[in-house]
């Protein structure tokens, strides 16, 4: 990827390395990292080099009476006006530039306190755009961002302290090619998902090739989120328990599983810990109403728990699950983690996911199984 704003925006981190290397050194981290806990090699999956990202936020710089993208960093005040940026997809590229020269030309209502865009698009040309204002949105605005769902062929939101303007609808529908199988995910606003959809593919295509190997029992996945990992890999467990906090990911999940009919999931509004608690019969709870726990035979577990690791509960629980699928964006609590988890299971398969081309970030995924 070629960008003339390399190393001076801040979104983009190992700029002075090619592709290859910043894959090379990525791997060369992680290896070394796991190398208490697995000898084999890592399996390594790679991005795109360009237009990857599905998920976008951008500041908005005011100039006189030029509004520009922005992305933070020591010029300007604390920002950079940015005229490219590569690395989204081409559903969110070829709209932004035309959506800063509408605000431009819009005089005060749609540039009016506007301090971020933010771009949530899919690999099926979906696109929505949340408009982000430091002021209270009214009618006159919500017909001007009107006219721009028409003419950018999106849709748009607006938002601002204590106030959601939906015009048409607060999410995108994607549908990805996964292990041969359609699946289409309803991703809302604000709600979250995999960044990048071509190496989102590839991680959960890892996973079903994990869960291949094991083909009995049931599957329970804590962090399951909107169903990205859960609704493929249903397919090959006999039924799902699947477990998230948020609110609104559990609604999507719900829903997902309606589109792809889908009818061995249940999902549970319980976070890492209450889950613990709960399949432990520590405690019960009224959002497990109608569940019998005690029906499922878990043979494999799936977790894919935010940069801060598993908590301790989280690690017993799983530890007396016979098969482990951990997915991670953080490989230093993923190795303290693993201190614990392979006193009691090895470490059988090992991946890195470049989700983040361009960054120092990396997300990687190990399958253990009970000694």
């Known amino acids: 990827m070629v960008c003339k704003h390399f190393g001076s925006c801040g979104s983009c981190s190992l700029y002075a390395l090619d592709y290859a290397g910043q894959l090379a050194l990525k791997k060369n981290r992680v290896s070394e990292l796991l190398s208490p806990f697995y000898e084999g090699e890592l399996e390594v999956f790679d991005s795109p080099d360009s237009h990857y990202r599905a998920r976008a936020e951008f500041r908005i710089w005011h100039e006189g009476d030029r509004c520009d993208y922005a992305m933070g960093n020591i010029e300007k005040k ?4 940015i005229e490219e940026c590569p690395k989204v997809i081409i559903a969110i590229e070829k709209r932004m530039w035309k959506l800063i020269e509408k605000i431009n030309a819009s005089q005060e209502v749609l540039k009016q306190r506007l301090f971020a865009v933010e771009f949530l698009a899919t690999t099926t040309d979906e696109c929505l755009i949340t408009m982000l204002y430091h002021r209270k949105l009214d009618d006159v605005w919500s017909e001007k961002a009107k006219v721009l769902e028409t003419e950018l062929d999106c849709k748009v939101m607006g938002r601002s302290r204590k106030q959601k303007v939906i015009l048409s609808d607060e999410f995108v529908t ?5 292990d ?3 699946f289409t ?7 979250f998902t995999q960044p990048n959809p071509a190496v989102n593919i590839k991680m959960i295509e890892w996973a079903i090739r994990q869960a291949k190997k094991v083909g009995y029992g049931d599957f329970l996945e804590s962090y399951c989120g909107l169903g990205n990992f859960t609704l493929p890999l249903s397919h090959y467990f006999d039924k799902v328990l699947a477990t998230e906090i948020s609110k609104r990911s559990i609604h999507a999940a719900l829903q997902n599983c309606e589109l792809n009919g889908v009818k061995n999931i249940t999902f549970a509004r319980l976070a ?3 889950m613990t608690e709960a399949l432990n019969s520590v405690r019960e709870f009224s959002r497990l109403k109608g569940i019998d726990l005690k029906s499922y035979d878990f043979s494999t577990v799936l977790v894919d728990p935010p940069r801060a690791g598993l908590d301790e509960g989280t690690i017993g629980l799983i530890s007396n699950i016979d098969n482990i699928v951990y997915i ?5 609590t993923l190795v303290r983690d693993l201190e614990t988890l392979t006193k009691t299971h090895t470490v059988i398969e090992a991946a890195l996911f470049d989700q983040f081309p361009h960054t120092e970030h990396v997300e990687s995924g190990v399958f253990l199984q009970k000694k």
Do not use: F, M, R
């Open 174 to 178: 994607e549908t990805l090619k996964i």
């Open 78 to 81: 604390g920002a950079v006006t």
């Open 180 to 182: 041969g199988k359609e």
């Open 185 to 191: 995910y309803v991703q809302y606003e604000s709600g």
């Open 272 to 274: 890492s810990e209450e």
């Open 328 to 332: 991670s964006c953080n490989p230093e």
